[in-house]
């Protein structure tokens, strides 16, 4: 595709459920990463992946969250046992390695409500 | 470990007017610097980009941002603000190790009447 997609685009869920969130990255684009933005907390790194290499997990608030990249390409965000301060937006970003614009884009994101 | 502050959450400016949204950063490391913009519902776009080379980097619309490496920030200017630039802009920073992710600013909230 031309840009960076996730689905869905806004997700409603009850406490407690399990939610999964999914991110096509540009194709070529071989890093890929999860960030939130919520309300009074900005924008805040969640995992990235680069290539084969172990996912850099280290922003990940709990081990409620956890996310995978498969063939390289799509990756799924999932959060167990949702939390009402899990309600945010979640975007996804994609790069290139080579080009040297260190340049990541992103998709429109996934507005998650909790109720 | 890196932060980046954005001292204002909103700045209200008329149009035709210039405005100047503020980034500080700190790093121990060398880094690069973005300005994205994110319109009203919608997604996160870079703006405007430091890596190396001039200190002083534009948009292709009329914005800049001059990084000052002894004042550890990268201001975004634009001497003349339209109302289609009332956006969200978020500073970042990344050490330039690569492919490293990003750290965001909390974000300034650009906004402009007639």
């Known amino acids: 595709g031309a840009g960076v997609s996730q689905s869905p685009s806004n997700k409603v869920t009850e406490k407690g459920k399990d939610v999964e969130l999914r991110c096509d990255p540009i194709s070529g684009h071989t890093a890929l990463y999860w960030y939130r933005q919520s309300l009074g907390q900005g924008l805040e790194f969640l995992i990235y992946f680069q290539g084969n290499s172990a996912p850099d997990k280290s922003g990940l608030p709990s081990d409620r969250f956890s996310a995978e990249r498969t063939g390289g390409s799509v990756s799924t965000l999932t959060i167990q046992r949702t939390q009402q301060e899990d309600s945010a937006v979640y975007l996804c970003a994609s790069s290139f390695p080579g080009q040297g614009s260190y340049e990541q884009y992103f998709g429109p994101g996934t507005r998650l409500t909790v109720t | ?114």
């Open chain 2, 1 to 114: 470990a890196q932060s980046v502050t954005q001292l204002d959450s909103q700045v209200p400016v008329f149009e035709e007017a210039p405005v100047e949204l503020r980034c500080n950063y700190s790093s121990s490391v060398s880094v690069y610097l973005f300005w994205y913009v994110q319109y009203p519902n919608q997604g996160l776009q870079l703006l405007l980009k430091y890596l190396s080379g001039s200190t002083l980097v534009e948009s292709i619309n009329g914005f800049e941002a001059e990084f000052n490496k002894s004042q550890t920030s990268f201001h975004l200017r634009k001497p003349s603000v339209h109302i289609s630039d009332t956006a969200e802009y978020f500073c970042a920073v990344s050490d330039g190790a690569g492919y490293s992710t990003l750290t965001f600013g909390k974000g300034t909230m650009l906004l402009v009447s007639p």
